[in-house]
């Protein structure tokens, strides 16, 4: 029986691509990412396994896990729709530069439905990038704002942990996706390149 292709929750271009260099700072800009199984090469967070950090606050309480304890890494790129990062920054009051997320890969995103956010997009969710040789993405989960990630913003905007507090506040349902990579070989990503999402396969 032939496979019945699903419909798509939308569709995107990618805008902007950056790499993490080193813990504590902006992610940096490149015109391309060299994407792999286990991620993008030469960014601090690529592997398939990763240390349970302080703010993995959740995983802690349930899992039975420690900070320094190795788990999968389903945290490989994180992935953000510049339209939701612009609204976030609007509502602060401050023009918040692409890599200070420490975001990977800023999208324009078109749902299919009207009203879908990028963010809440359902986990599994595909990214298929590219219609040569598709590099493919799984959206693992929402990437929620913590302090790590704004007071770093704060200080750089010259403000201190109010300001941090309403980037946090802001950034909540705006900070976009945690990927993981789901296909197999290596691909050069680009800025300009399009993709669409699928839903969690059945």
């Known amino acids: 029986m032939p496979a019945i292709k699903q419909d798509e929750i939308g569709f995107g271009r990618i805008i902007w691509l950056g790499k993490n260099l080193a813990r504590g700072q902006f992610s940096s800009d490149y015109h391309s990412l060299e994407i792999a199984e286990d991620g993008i090469k030469g960014d601090i967070y690529k592997g398939m396994w990763r240390e349970i950090a302080s703010h993995d606050v959740d995983y802690i309480e349930t899992d039975g896990v420690a900070k320094g304890d190795p788990v999968l ?15 976030a920054g609007a509502l602060t009051g401050v023009t918040i530069e692409r890599g200070m997320l420490r975001e990977n890969i800023v999208v324009q995103f078109t749902p299919q439905s009207a009203g879908q956010k990028f963010s809440l997009l359902p986990p ?54 945690m990927a993981m990579v789901r296909s197999g070989g290596v691909k050069d990503v680009r800025i300009g390149d399009t993709f669409t999402i699928f839903p969690p396969m059945t």
């Open 124 to 177: 599994l969710s595909r990214m298929v990038i590219g219609d040569d040789n598709p590099k493919v993405l799984i959206l693992t989960e929402e990437n929620g704002p913590c302090r790590t990630i704004c007071q770093p913003m704060a200080v750089h905007f010259g403000s201190g942990s109010d300001l941090a507090d309403m980037l946090r506040i802001n950034l909540t349902h705006r900070r976009g996706q």
């Open 73 to 87: 890494n389903l945290r490989q790129i994180t992935v953000v729709d510049q339209s939701e990062v612009q609204q």
